[in-house]
């Protein structure tokens, strides 16, 4: 489904002469501080963010679920969704899709769908974390019950091997060229596993997996320190993650999801280190209050992301250049919202977390820092962060003929409604 973009002109039209007064205001005001706003729009713009296939259908807990209508049962129905993202925010161009839920029948069908909407496909996802009913995921028909590439069962690991395989050569049909591996492997009880023989074993199967990887893709490796094993997880940390990047190859990348944490962690110092050591794969974005929450990007750390925002733009306006693009999702659920608009909140704050640090003096918190000026360098901060930038924002999704404010536009257009239509109120759960 596509929208029609002269009804979503409409809707914009009717906040344009506001807009322009703030933009111009908000100009004057970062002209002041050596900031051309002109610039920051256009940065603001180069930056999409992939949708993973999982976020389009209402999410589940343990305790239930609650899915509204019209949720997208087949592939193309996802990649229309994504597209119809695209068109409100302008700041989705990709898709990520997770195997064994998105495997594409017909990869060349698939790929024309996707370009008629002007999408891509972003990192490819293995699933070794369940047993799939279908066994799409366990060509040797075994369970990955005790762990996959760590297990002490040479068979189980050379079944999340070869189910990895499959999912590179599902992503090289489709134009992919990034392999996204978390793994679930770990322990939930002392005595269970053996912390070495765990690791090596996952190291060896990295290593066999990386080597079947195209010469042009990358391996994104993810760290959680907690479940679905409670005990000890085998890529616990930044720490473990980096050894096992370093141990697989070159092309192996730590990604950061901003839920795989323990609380209170300084996760823009985990960013930092990672980059120092060219080896930051890109970011699963998401909030949180507790631990693994999947919430909307923003809506409870802002000013968090925004400190990670600071060392990105530190990192994309200096020099040294690691070998790969960053890669930039959203991973979330969504259990009381519309899927579709909990994503354009997170498009949106992704956008003005960037666009804040982008408005951040570089130069004069550099002399800050150097002069010990440790009030200096948080006003600087601070500065930027309490800067309404919303106007670049809006500026930059309009100038790619999408909404001001695509939430309300998803109303104004009657969006789901035109998707329980077409779709009825059947759901289906179709990924994590
Ligand atoms: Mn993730």
Known sequence: ????????????????????????????????????????????STLQVATPSWALGTGATRFGRFPGGGEPATLEEKVGDVGILKQLS????????????????????IKDLASSYGLTFDSMNSNTFMDDPRGANTPNGLSYKYGSMCNTIEGVRDQAIQHNIDVIEYGKRLGSNSLTVWLADGSNYPGQANFRRQFENVQDCLQKIYKEMPEDWFMFTEHKPFEPNFYSTVNADWGSNLLLAKGTGERCMCLVDLGHHLPNTNIEQVVSRVIMEKRLAGFHFNDSKYSDDDLTVGSLKPYQLFLIFNELVEYLKGDEKQENELAWMIDASHNTKDPMEDLLQSFDAIALAYGQALTIPRTALNEA?????????????????????????????????????PVAAYRALQVRKQLIDARGTRVAVTGL
Not at 373 to 401: C, S
């Open 1 to 44: 489904m596509k929208l029609n973009l002269d009804r979503l002109n409409d809707v914009n039209n009717k906040s344009m002469d506001l807009h322009k007064a703030e933009l111009d205001l908000l100009s004057q005001k970062l002209d002041k501080k050596c900031i051309n706003a002109e610039e920051v729009i256009k940065d603001i």
């Open 90 to 109: 302008g700041q989705t161009s990709s898709i990520s899709l997770h195997i064994p839920w998105d495997i594409p029948e017909n990869a060349e069908d």
């Open 369 to 405: 820092q150097l002069n010990n000026d440790v009030a200096g360098g948080q006003e600087i901060l601070q500065d930027a962060y309490r800067t309404d930038v919303r106007p670049l924002v809006r500026e930059a999704r309009m100038r790619q003929g999408a909404a001001y404010d």
